[in-house]
């Protein structure tokens, strides 16, 4: 086994989503996908408007959303817009996700990149009297006569991800006064559009990336789920920041009873990024050749950089296709699955490497799954329809968000059952009580 070409090899097939210096290794999965270009949608939306637009994208982790934000990002700066992109997971614990974290994420984010792209230094301006009410939480050290936004916020921001007492507390605090935190985030806001047309940008955009990964749990206090009381009943604030918005959106709540609601608060139906379709829907279930071959190209795009052939790295065709057959038509899935098979067993990939690589997902599925969802993955596995009721709302979005039911959108709306789920025998359990 040559050493070098399998660490090589390894590294060059990272899931995480591309970046802009990775742009060549991107593959145009639209037309697989069945779906509108979403970076024109969201970008022509932006680009029609008068006045700030606020939109909201969803789909299954995994799916390539945030390669297609990055696009989106990188489209709309040759454009003369600045724009931010906020990573919500570096300020926010997304077990515990709510309006006040993502409003310091937003504002230290832009602060942090307005001042690392374009040397634009924002001072805390009126977030000064809001933080000096939380002085406790910034420490002693921190003088904030003396200090850019960016830093004075990132304190806070550590300080609530980190210490779930100390978030609470500091919500109780900030949540009378949301008003005049939105207010001084707007002021904020105001001085960096300034900044930005003096050097010749047309607008900003704010881009909130991971919101999408929020644990969703019900919220008992307010009779509803985390996903649905952020983007429901919080819409006003989310919404409230004086610039052009983009959310990223768990897929559950897109294909919940909320969605129309959702439409109507935000001004548009949520895009959604389906998977790709590798075989038709069920019962049928063919071999789909347009979505092999692009998933194909995505395995050789990425050995071209390193550089290595197919030949070089899987034990034969078949091994391939079966890589990209269990992924489900999910770019991040082929990725961590091809890691796993190397690390099995190396290179070249044999098939065992990928059915040991295929039993590990199988087995996670297996240890989550209860018998109450057995009936509605039958229901998928037989027609592709995904029949939701009072019943089994909850049941349905624990499937969608585990991804063990992937949606697609290939003339019309269809689903499957993600193919590392298997029918395992599992003992009856009572119907789970509606929340």
Not at 123 to 145: A, I
Not at 305 to 323: I, K, N, Q
Request: charge should be neutral.
């Amino acid at each position: 086994m040559d050493t070098d070409l399998t660490r090589k090899v390894y590294q060059v097939f990272d899931p995480a989503p591309l970046r802009d210096t990775q742009m060549d290794l991107y593959v145009d999965l639209d037309p697989v996908r069945g779906s509108p270009n979403a970076v024109a949608h969201l970008a022509n939306r932006i680009l029609l408007s008068n006045k700030p637009t606020c939109q909201i994208i969803a789909g299954h982790r995994g799916c390539g959303k945030s390669t297609e934000l990055r696009r989106l990002q990188r489209s709309l700066m040759k454009q003369r817009f600045f724009v931010v992109y906020c990573e919500a997971d570096e300020d926010i614990d997304r077990n515990d996700v709510d309006f006040p974290e993502v409003l310091v994420a937003v504002i230290r984010q832009m602060a942090k990149q307005l001042k690392d792209q374009l040397g634009i230094s924002l001072k805390p301006g009126y977030f000064k009297d809001r933080l000096e009410r939380l002085k406790k939480f910034l420490g002693s050290e921190v003088n904030l006569d003396q200090i850019d936004l960016e830093t004075g916020l990132a304190t806070l921001a550590m300080t609530v991800k980190s210490s779930p007492e100390a978030r609470m507390e500091i919500r109780k605090l900030l949540d009378p006064d949301t008003a005049n935190w939105v207010t001084a985030a707007n002021d904020v806001i105001g001085v960096a559009k300034a900044e930005l047309v003096a050097k010749g940008f047309r607008d900003l955009v704010i881009i909130v990336d991971d919101l999408d990964k929020m644990v969703n749990r019900p919220l008992m206090e307010a009779n509803c789920s985390t996903a649905e009381y952020l983007f429901v009943h919080r819409e006003a604030q989310l919404i409230a920041f004086e610039c052009h918005l983009v959310y990223t959106m768990p897929i559950s709540l897109a294909y919940s009873a909320q969605e129309q609601n959702i439409a109507n608060l935000y001004g548009g139906h949520p895009v959604v990024v389906p998977m790709s379709k590798l075989t038709e829907r069920p019962p049928s279930r063919k071999p789909y050749p347009a979505g092999l071959e692009k998933f194909a190209e995505i395995i050789r795009t990425r050995l071209a950089t390193v550089p290595a052939s197919p030949e070089d790295v899987f034990a034969s065709p078949e091994v391939m296709g079966e890589l990209i057959r269990v992924s489900g038509g999910q770019p991040r899935e082929l990725m961590i699955l091809i890691r796993d098979a190397i690390i099995t067993n190396g290179l070249p990939i044999a098939l065992g490497a990928v059915e040991r690589a295929a039993r590990d997902g199988r087995q996670a599925y297996g240890r989550q799954l209860q018998a109450e969802h057995m009936p509605i993955l039958d229901n998928v596995r037989k027609d592709g329809k995904l029949v939701r009721d009072s019943g089994n709302d909850a049941l349905v979005r624990e499937l969608l968000e585990s991804r063990a039911i992937l949606q697609y959108e290939n003339a019309d709306e269809w689903y499957d059952v993600n193919p590392l789920v298997t029918k395992p025998d599992l003992p009856h359990k009572p119907p789970r009580k509606k929340q």
